[in-house]
């Protein structure tokens, strides 16, 4: 059983549709990721927060909106998105950023665009 | 910007030894790290070896690294068919705040 659980597991949207996604970490630790994982690519980093404060935003679309109420929960808020946002959304914690912190992953909300 | 590659397939018999290779560019990386994805799964940390160390060893796993080469393997002995699944190497980038490169994954069958 994984320490980190994201729900909805499945999600089909519409283009016009707001929706958020969830992630619940039981690992006591400190950093939240946000990953979008597609077909034939390499895992994009989407968003990092440290202590409940965004640490990294990589050039993310604003049709995305992460937020972190605390340090063991973090959504990802959805509104007008695009058929290429298709794909698995993975959420990670680790204890802290720095050095060697190895990442534990959620099972994933596979996104489907209309 | 820094890369880490993959071959992207690779089928054994059951039984036999798997070895899945990856190459990575950034010569400052410190640690190297592999994980497991099944289907309809997130990703699973199997192992991860230091840049100092050259062989790590734990149970079916073994991951050799040549720093010179760049070039990290993960060994799976007697591998069975619940080893089927994407294995992804990643190397942290020491020039960007340790962050994760990843690879494009290594989809392994297992033959019966």
């Known amino acids: 059983e994984t320490g980190v659980t994201q729900t909805p597991r499945h999600l089909v949207m519409g283009m016009t549709n707001k929706k958020s996604l969830k992630c619940e970490q039981h690992?006591?630790?400190?950093?939240m990721y946000w990953y979008k994982q597609s077909a034939k690519k390499p895992l994009e980093l989407m968003f990092v927060?440290?202590?409940?404060?965004?640490?990294e935003n990589n050039s993310v679309p604003s049709r995305f909106s992460p937020e972190c109420p605390n340090s063991s929960h973090l959504f990802l808020h959805l509104h007008t998105l695009q058929p290429e946002d298709s794909a698995l959304y993975l959420c990670?914690?680790?204890?802290?950023?720095?050095?060697?912190?190895?990442?534990?992953f959620g099972d994933g909300t596979r996104l489907s665009i209309l | 910007g820094e890369d880490v590659e993959q071959s992207l397939f690779l089928s054994v018999r059951e039984g036999d030894s798997s070895v899945i290779n990856c190459t990575y560019t950034?010569?400052?990386?410190?640690?190297l790290y592999w994980y497991k994805q099944e289907p309809g799964a997130g990703l699973q940390l199997l192992t991860y070896?230091?840049?100092n160390m050259d062989m790590k060893q734990d149970q079916r796993l073994t991951v050799l690294l040549n720093k010179k080469d760049k070039h990290l393997s993960l060994r799976i002995a007697d591998t069975q068919t619940g080893d089927s699944a994407i294995y992804f190497c990643a190397s942290d980038n020491a020039g960007n705040n340790r962050k994760l490169i990843w690879g494009l994954g290594t989809s392994l069958a297992v033959n019966p």
């Open positions: 690992l006591g630790h400190n950093a």
């Open positions: 927060y440290n202590f409940k404060e965004q640490t």
């Open positions: 950034d010569s400052s990386s410190t640690y």
């Open positions: 070896i230091f840049s």
């Open positions: 990670a914690s680790s204890q802290g950023t720095g050095g060697h912190q190895p990442q534990h």
